[in-house]
């Protein structure tokens, strides 16, 4: 099994920076992507950024000239970092891997943090 560990949520206020941080553990033969979501009150769950694990992004429309997303493989972290917060992006922040472990490929989420950017 895989497990992340997400850390570096919090409370920003409005136009500020926050890096995230999530870090994998367990019996990884590899990680093939990894990625953050958020999921707001009352709103579904939706893709903010991810990473190959060879570099390729993509990101959402809504944070593609605030939002870095980066990789170490070696350490099987993937990082956030965003600028230029708004409330409207308070929220439950969740990693998410697809890992394979063994000979299956499977996809792993995280516990969340919570972010909450105030106005």
């Known amino acids: 099994q895989v497990r992340l560990v997400e850390s570096g949520g919090g409370l920003v206020q409005a136009g500020g920076s926050l890096r995230l941080s999530c870090a994998a553990s367990?019996?990884?033969?590899?990680?093939?992507?990894m990625g953050w979501y958020r999921q707001a009150p009352g709103k579904q769950r939706e893709l903010v950024a991810d990473?190959?694990?060879?570099?390729?992004?993509k990101y959402a429309d809504s944070v593609k000239s605030r939002l870095t997303i980066t990789r170490e493989n070696d350490k099987n972290t993937v990082y956030h970092q965003m600028n230029s917060l708004q409330p409207e992006e308070t929220a439950v922040y969740y990693c998410?891997?697809?890992?394979?472990?063994?000979?299956?490929?499977?996809?792993?989420w995280g516990q969340g943090t919570q972010v909450t950017v105030s106005s």
């Open positions: 990473i190959t694990r060879a570099g390729s992004t």
């Open positions: 998410n891997c697809n890992a394979v472990v063994i000979d299956q490929l499977s996809e792993y």
């Open positions: 367990g019996s990884i033969f590899s990680i093939i992507r």
